[in-house]
């Protein structure tokens, strides 16, 4: 496909609440969109960095520089024909997989309206509706925890995963349990426990947790691989699986029975496909995680979820809970059986409401093709 276009835009959009992981509180998100034209169709693609490196070394910043500076000019000098060319066009560029995965899943954009086939079937989709789960940050107190969790079960989701760190985790998921004892419940430490904890953490085993998400190093397998020797609840690596050989390495450690996928962290779908063959292939299920997305990053996790093995629900959830307005059209629901019903329109399925995006807008660049001589 030719490529018209790459404009590369940061928008500011405010979190309808503050959410706080053990590394730190999110309040207001600074999120770089991608938008690529090719022949008349645009793909849109969403940077999942983070506002500062806390969760990994990518920022919206470095995601900005790279784009703009490497990854931009290498696409626009290939016009790849599909996005699983993607990772080759980059291969020189190291690290910096959120910056890959917002230009790749334009791509699958682009190609799925071409085909007039939606994301989800380009990509070898089988599931209709893909099964919610909430993610609930460290709240102030115990009483505020209590009263999300009572919303979000009343509106459907079918699993809560509270975010845990020294200090917020025994006590709290004592008060949790004991006021809903058959819910489905996970935790994630995001890195916030070392191996000297496990004593501590084999305390988690009575709560009967469907899994303990990362709960030492970001980038490590062994000590996760000590740790789960000694827990009866599942580890799920998140942070630590870059691509498809952590992945194989993980599985084959026992560092974790589950592995979370989100398409930002391991470079876009490509990847992302990769990783949850190679898990499927040696029985272990995988989830989609978020990255608190705007619409646009949520469809394409939408899309990623109707894989085969995505069997656990994810941490893909309702606009509304993070944004008073988002822009998508239609605005990403749950049903109350806590599904969100996957679009079969082409391309991601929802469209994108370009005149707030332009109002949300904070800067822009346009990354021109270059002229063949
Ligand atoms: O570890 O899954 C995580 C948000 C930001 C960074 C890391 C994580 C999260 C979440 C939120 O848990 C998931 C979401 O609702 O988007
Ligand atoms: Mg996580």
Redesign the pocket.
């Known amino acids: 496909m030719r490529i018209d276009a790459i404009i590369l835009r940061e928008v500011h959009m405010p979190l309808v609440r503050p959410?706080e992981?053990s590394?730190g509180i999110?309040r207001n998100r600074r999120i770089l969109l991608v938008e690529i034209h090719s022949e008349g169709l645009i793909g849109w693609g969403e940077c999942t960095a983070?506002e500062r490196p806390f969760?990994s070394a990518e920022s919206t910043d470095t995601a900005w520089a790279v784009i703009t500076q490497e990854l931009g000019p290498m696409l626009n000098t290939e016009h790849p024909e599909h996005g699983g060319q993607c990772p080759r066009i980059f291969y020189q560029v190291r690290g910096n997989p959120m910056a890959r995965a917002a230009l790749e899943n334009a791509i699958w954009d682009l190609e799925a309206q071409r085909e007039g086939i939606s994301l989800a079937k380009l990509i070898g989709g089988v599931q209709e509706s893909i099964p919610c789960g909430?993610?609930l940050?460290i709240q102030p107190s115990i009483a505020d925890l209590m009263s999300n969790i009572e919303r979000e079960l009343t509106a459907g989701y079918q699993r809560i995963?509270l975010?845990v760190k020294p200090g917020w985790d025994i006590d709290v998921l004592e008060r949790v349990r004991h006021r809903w004892p058959g819910i489905s419940l996970s935790v994630?430490a995001?890195s916030a426990y070392r191996l000297r904890d496990a004593d501590h953490l084999t305390q988690f085993d009575r709560f009967d947790l469907l899994m303990i998400?990362?709960p030492l190093w970001h980038d490590d397998f062994y000590y996760h691989s000590m740790l789960q020797k000694r827990l009866e609840t599942p580890i799920c690596l998140?942070?630590s699986i870059r691509n498809r050989r952590d992945a194989l390495a993980a599985i084959e450690m026992e560092s974790c029975r589950i592995i979370?996928i989100?398409l930002g962290r391991v470079g876009g779908f490509s990847e992302a496909i990769a990783v949850h063959n190679a898990a499927q292939e040696r029985g272990v299920p995988v989830w989609c995680?978020?990255?608190?997305?705007s619409g646009i990053g949520r469809s394409h996790n939408i899309a990623l979820s109707t894989l085969e093995n995505f069997t656990l629900p994810g941490?893909?959830?309702a606009s509304a809970?993070?944004w008073a307005e988002d822009i998508v059209d239609p605005a990403v629901t749950v049903s109350s059986q806590g599904e969100i019903a996957v679009p079969d329109t082409p391309g991601r399925g929802y469209e994108v409401r370009t005149d707030l995006v332009e109002k949300l807008t904070v800067r822009k660049e346009t990354i021109r093709a270059m002229v063949v001589a």
């Open positions: 959410f992981t590394f999110t983070g969760f909430v993610s940050g995963k975010k994630d995001n998400e990362q998140d942070e979370n989100k995680g978020g990255m608190l997305e941490d893909v959830s809970r993070y």
